[in-house]
């Protein structure tokens, strides 16, 4: 390698520190923002969660609620409630949510600025039938068994839906992790054989008849639409060969607004993502938030879908 001659030395010198540039520092695009999360039910109390964001340098990585905040409830442009704090950033209103309203939060605390969320809880759509189609084995021995769940399709309005498939045990088992007794046994699906789902995740939000977590399975009527329903397929693995044991199967279907299908979807893209950066996320959770940061969205929950008798053997 030829050496650098002294002038030459001096001339790469001079361009290396006379490039630097200055860069201004701007507190403010480091200040603290308020957090919102919230998922309404229909028919039941609307409740949201308000806390702060951290810093990654803080020594406080636990979540930093704001009891304090001013927090008021918007249905359909107008300021319908102010909600009451319970407990660890926890608020509540008097207010039980209905079919097609808006509702929007919003949040003010001194030393932040106002952050406000909204989501729209829409109509329910009509589950037609959950049917077995077919059955057989695989080439490893295992059981599996063919399902069809049939639902109207609005074609004005994408749908969003989320379901857990579970079966009814001909038994009472004792739940260490409880100490209950557990009557259901949540039930997983083949992914590859299924047609119609978009992505699943673990999930443990809601506490669910003895349930501490289980597999929910989310879908849109975007994929499998046909005319004025949606099919979608799904195939089940089991070990037990009795014709009986699905037979008391059954799903329990939530309809989702756009925004909360949109966070789940992003939340299972960053579990399942392998790249892992110190400095960065490889996927961005979703954000529905204004100046702030969160996730506020709706849910309809349907009764039990029960499996109706089988059209073949």
């Not at 695009?29 to 949201?48: A, F």
């Not at 074609?155 to 088992?173: C, T």
């Not at 996320?281 to 349907?302: A, E, H």
Request: hydrophobic share 40%.
């Amino acid at each position: 390698m030829k050496a650098l001659l002294p002038s030459q030395l001096l001339i790469v010198t001079f361009f290396l520190f006379s490039c630097r540039t200055e860069i201004e520092f701007k507190p403010e695009e480091c200040q603290s923002k308020i957090v919102i999360n919230s998922v309404i039910y229909v028919d039941s109390l609307i409740t949201c969660y308000v806390h702060r964001t951290n810093f990654a340098l803080e020594s406080n990585r636990r979540i930093t609620p704001l009891p304090d905040a001013l927090v008021q409830l918007e249905i359909d442009g107008v300021i319908s409630d102010t909600l009451t704090h319970v407990a660890n950033g926890k608020f509540t209103s008097r207010i039980i949510a209905q079919h097609q309203k808006i509702y929007r939060f919003i949040v003010s605390r001194e030393g932040f600025p106002t952050a406000s969320a909204q989501s729209s809880v829409l109509t329910p759509t009509q589950i037609i039938s959950l049917e077995k189609i077919g059955s057989g084995v695989t080439t490893s021995g295992t059981y599996f068994t063919n399902f069809r769940m049939t639902l109207e399709n609005d074609r004005n309005n994408l749908g969003f839906y989320a379901f857990i498939p579970l079966v009814e045990k001909n038994y009472f088992a004792w739940d260490d992790s409880t100490q209950e007794l557990s009557y259901l046994s949540p039930l997983y699906i083949d992914m590859s054989r299924s047609r119609g789902i978009e992505f699943s995740k673990h999930s443990s939000r809601i506490r669910l008849h003895d349930l501490e977590s289980f597999e929910m399975y989310y879908f849109t009527d975007k994929l499998t639409s046909s005319g004025n329903t949606s099919i979608i397929e799904l195939t089940i693995e089991h070990y037990d060969s009795s014709q009986n044991y699905l037979a008391n199967m059954f799903l329990l279907v939530e309809k989702l607004s756009e925004d909360f299908f949109l966070y789940e979807q992003s939340l299972s893209a960053l579990w399942n993502s392998n790249n892992f950066s110190l400095f960065s996320q490889s996927i961005q959770v979703f954000n529905n938030v204004d100046n702030g940061m969160g996730i506020v969205g709706t849910c309809l929950s349907y009764p039990p879908v029960l499996v109706s008798p089988p059209n073949v053997p």
